[in-house]
């Protein structure tokens, strides 16, 4: 192993409590596109903006048909070798938890238990109403929306959303109290293919090394953290990971 690797093997061996933080990057060995590489979503259309979403039908449809042009992607998705790296450190009782800000469902699909992955953004697996919460599958929804033009809404009248947090959207309060709780108890915390540039959820890697542990950033690219971090590794996430959990 090269000398970051093995950096970042011993940081691992000598840590009591790790928390694993992972953005879009450590999905994209899975075929999901991430926002900010170059040639990434965002290089080619600006996100929608909750209070677009619901002051308007023009946003909801145009949200929806991004959605369901994704469909496929997501619904082919499986984990790779970054999300097995997770799992075993999980497994391990190595790593106490996961803090995602992918809604992609995968790290749960590598076989980490619910309790132990903390999504920040929400998942984009399924959809519910935003009045009263009925759960609605996306399959479905896109059966009426493309063959009837139907805009997905709910028996209740509210409208229905991936569930999904979007800019302009509050940030789910469990959520954010149990990543807090897991950053501040932390000895090392390692984020794995995240620009860093999204707040609040950048803030819990910065939360970390100001609470005293040691901070460890895993990212093709530089990111908005590495010049506070203990380590950076620009490198694939599948790859080093992969070889630093022993899994394939
Ligand atoms: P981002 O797109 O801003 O940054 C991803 C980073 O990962 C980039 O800096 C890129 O260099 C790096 N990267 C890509 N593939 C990599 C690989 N194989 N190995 C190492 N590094 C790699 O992602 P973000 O910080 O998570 O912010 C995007 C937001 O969009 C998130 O909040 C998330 O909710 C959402 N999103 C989620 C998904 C998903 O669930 N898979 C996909 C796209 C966007
Ligand atoms: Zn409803």
């Not at 496929?72 to 984990?79: K, L, V, Y």
């Not at 519910?128 to 009837?148: M, S």
């Amino acid at each position: 192993m090269e000398q970051d690797m093995e950096e970042l093997s011993r940081l691992i061996d000598t840590a009591d409590r790790v928390v694993l933080f992972t953005g879009a990057g450590i999905s994209t060995e899975s075929g999901i596109p991430d926002f900010r590489s170059p040639g990434g979503v965002w290089t080619k259309m600006a996100p929608i903006d909750f209070r677009d979403f619901m002051r308007s039908d023009e946003a909801r449809r145009e949200t929806w048909k991004r959605r369901f042009a994704m469909e496929d992607t997501f619904r082919q998705a499986t984990p790779n070798r970054g999300h097995r790296a997770c799992a075993e450190l999980i497994r391990r009782g190595k790593a106490t938890s996961v803090v995602t800000q992918n809604i992609d469902g995968l790290h749960q699909d590598s076989g980490i238990p619910d309790s132990k992955v903390i999504e920040l953004h929400g998942n984009t697996t399924y959809a519910h109403c935003l009045d009263c919460k009925q759960r609605y599958e996306i399959g479905a929804l896109r059966v009426d929306f493309e063959q009837d033009n139907i805009i997905p809404h709910c028996a209740c009248g509210g409208w229905v959303k991936t569930a999904t947090i979007s800019f302009g959207q509050s940030m789910p309060v469990d959520e954010m109290r149990r990543a807090e709780q897991e950053t501040l108890l932390a000895d090392l915390f390692i984020t794995l293919g995240s620009s860093l540039v999204v707040y609040p959820a950048a803030g819990f890697p910065e939360l970390a090394k100001r609470n005293g542990a040691s901070l460890v950033i895993v990212n093709r690219e530089p990111t908005g953290l590495d010049r506070i971090a203990d380590l950076v590794l620009h490198r694939s996430i599948g790859e080093t990971m992969g070889a630093i959990a022993g899994v394939e």
